[in-house]
């Protein structure tokens, strides 16, 4: 019997150079957690343990985690066929896991039972004005340079190689709900945005991607920056560092996010994003076009090359 996964936890890499990695991360916005000479735990300014995980080794997607509520949804999920036992994870935050190998080989963890490390400071947090209301009176906003701060992994998109099989798999286990599923023409899905099933507490438009392009990888990983502002000044400090730019600033149809794609020093395509649609369970599923999947409403439109 499978659970209600109720957000994406962090992702797992591989590179040949941790040192590389770090300084990439830290320009991306990233903290060091802990770091041994084989892996690098990095977190963001939310109050999880780590949100990115490096390996030394070959370059590489390594796998990605979802939250569970609790422990015994673990034991749910251990019962099921493929899964591993509940087992104890001696990295940041300690807690519980339980591991699978999806139909594609992607490794996925289910992990509950973290310890919250507390929320950083925020540096562009002020309040924004609009034509509308102007919160922010008797105050300058001065940005500031340097990198944005990422908050949180948002959700991650994976090329799989039969979509709906990929699609069964991961619902039957996780209890993700369909926002938008995506047809090339009439009654032929490539794909589909899932989110966590929340009940009536708001979930982000999509917590996993599954693009069926007929061959398994990692396409990409998209972390939460505190606003746009935000977003503008990690852009800034990234092209000045000369990182590989792939896409953006722009905001997306399907999700609203306003974005911006990045690679990191090993082709990992890595994404910022901010002011993201969330909806209840009780918000239907949508069926849109490619060319939907695809646009913006405003921006500069998709690289061919977009996505690990």
């Not at 940041?92 to 919250?116: L, Q, T, W």
Request: hydrophobic fraction near 40%.
């Amino acid at each position: 019997m499978g659970i209600r996964v109720s957000d994406v936890a962090f992702v797992r890499f591989q590179a040949p150079d941790l040192d590389q990695m770090e300084a990439f991360l830290t320009d991306f916005g990233l903290v060091r957690a802990e770091k041994t000479d084989d892996t690098l735990y990095m977190r963001g300014a939310g109050d999880e343990p780590f949100v990115h995980v490096t390996h030394k080794g070959a370059a590489g997607f390594a796998g990605i985690a979802f939250l569970a509520d609790s422990v015994s949804d673990l034991e749910a999920l251990a019962a099921m066929e493929g899964a591993s036992p509940v087992e104890e994870i001696t990295e940041p935050g300690g807690g519980k896991r339980v591991r699978f190998v999806d139909p594609n080989g992607h490794k996925v963890e289910v992990v509950a039972g973290r310890e919250s490390v507390g929320a950083l400071d925020l540096q562009r947090g002020a309040a924004t004005n609009c034509a509308m209301q102007q919160p922010r009176v008797d105050k300058t906003l001065r940005s500031g340079e340097g990198p944005a701060q990422v908050m949180r992994l948002g959700h991650c998109v994976l090329n799989v190689v039969d979509f709906r099989q990929s699609e069964a798999w991961y619902k039957e286990r996780f209890g993700l709900i369909t926002s938008d599923e995506i047809e090339i023409e009439k009654g032929t899905s490539i794909g589909a945005f899932m989110r966590c099933d929340r009940g009536s507490l708001p979930a982000d438009h999509h917590t996993l991607f599954l693009l069926g392009t007929g061959e398994a990888g990692f396409n990409h990983a998209a972390f939460e920056v505190a606003n746009v502002d935000d977003l503008m000044a990690g852009n800034s400090h990234l092209a000045a560092k000369g990182y590989t730019h792939e896409w953006g600033v722009g905001r997306h149809i399907l999700g609203s996010q306003v974005f911006d794609y990045w690679r990191d020093p090993w082709g990992h395509t890595v994404e910022h994003w901010t002011d993201g649609d969330v909806f209840t369970s009780d918000t239907p599923a949508n069926t849109q076009g490619i060319d939907t999947l695809l646009g913006v409403q405003w921006g500069p439109p998709p690289p061919p090359t977009l996505g690990s």
